[in-house]
T-cell receptor
Framework: ETGVTQSPTHLIKTRGQQVTLRCSSQSGHNTVSWYQQALGQGPQFIFQYYREEENGRGNFPPRFSGLQFPNYSSELNVNALELDDSALYLC???????????FGSGTRLTVV | SQQGEEDPQALSIQEGENATMNCSYKTSINNLQWYRQNSGRGLVHLILIRSNEREKHSGRLRVTLDTSKKSSSLLITASRAADTASYFCATDHYGGSQGNLIFGKGTKLSVKP
């Protein structure tokens, strides 16, 4: 299977709840990054995983956490949701050593 | 904080015209990439230019990079209605966190038939 797939496509959660977003990387890609894109803004880097270890992190609090599995699929977990967490969450994969990223279509999270 | 700044924020042209978008950044980079995003969905990688390159072409796309001015431009020639989208530059900056692409706020391009 080619391309990056994300699930779910849309999600509505209540403030204070926890959420898990999922990403299946493009075949052959061993590195995955997560981005948050607020409305009208460019994506902001959350973190990157390589070989199941976090190897880069942006300016996001610890309640944003992730996992990468042996098949290179990945999860983004956000605890204690806040209204400002409402955004499009994008997953991107690449082959370590190359430069271009393949992005998924994103999960639109709304916190009410 | 976002390093890249695209200019203009919005651009409206007629089909067949050329579209030029500019990007400025703040710190030294390893490479600069351009992405397209349709209607708030996923980003599509268009082209990457390394810090030691000055110009690159891909189909109707032409990208230039001026590291002395910390700026880049994306030219789309003979535009089509299907080129309507938001365009982002993203920098992979020297010494940055692994995998940390820094995006600007984007240029919203509208191509009218």
């Amino acid at each position: 299977e080619t391309g990056v797939t994300q699930s779910p496509t849309h999600l509505i959660k209540t403030r204070g709840q926890q959420v898990t977003l999922r990403c299946s990387s493009q075949s052959g890609h061993n590195t995955v990054s997560w981005y948050q894109q607020a409305l009208g803004q460019g994506p902001q880097f959350i973190f990157q995983y390589y070989r199941e270890e976090e190897n880069g992190r942006g300016n996001f609090p610890p309640r944003f956490s992730g996992l990468q599995f042996p098949n290179y699929s990945s999860e983004l977990n956000v605890n204690a949701l806040e209204l400002d967490d409402s955004a499009l969450y994008l997953c991107a994969s690449t082959d370590q050593g190359s430069y271009g990223y393949t992005f998924g279509s994103g999960t639109r999270l709304t916190v009410v | 904080s976002q390093q890249g700044e695209e200019d203009p924020q919005a651009l409206s042209i007629q089909e067949g015209e050329n579209a030029t978008m500019n990007c400025s950044y703040k710190t030294s980079i390893n490479n600069l990439q351009w992405y397209r995003q349709n209607s708030g969905r996923g980003l599509v990688h268009l082209i990457l230019i390394r810090s030691n390159e000055r110009e690159k072409h891909s189909g109707r796309l032409r990208v230039t990079l001026d590291t002395s001015k910390k700026s880049s431009s994306l030219l789309i020639t003979a535009s089509r209605a299907a080129d309507t989208a938001s365009y982002f530059c993203a920098t992979d900056h020297y010494g940055g966190s692994q995998g940390n692409l820094i995006f600007g706020k984007g240029t919203k391009l509208s191509v009218k038939p």
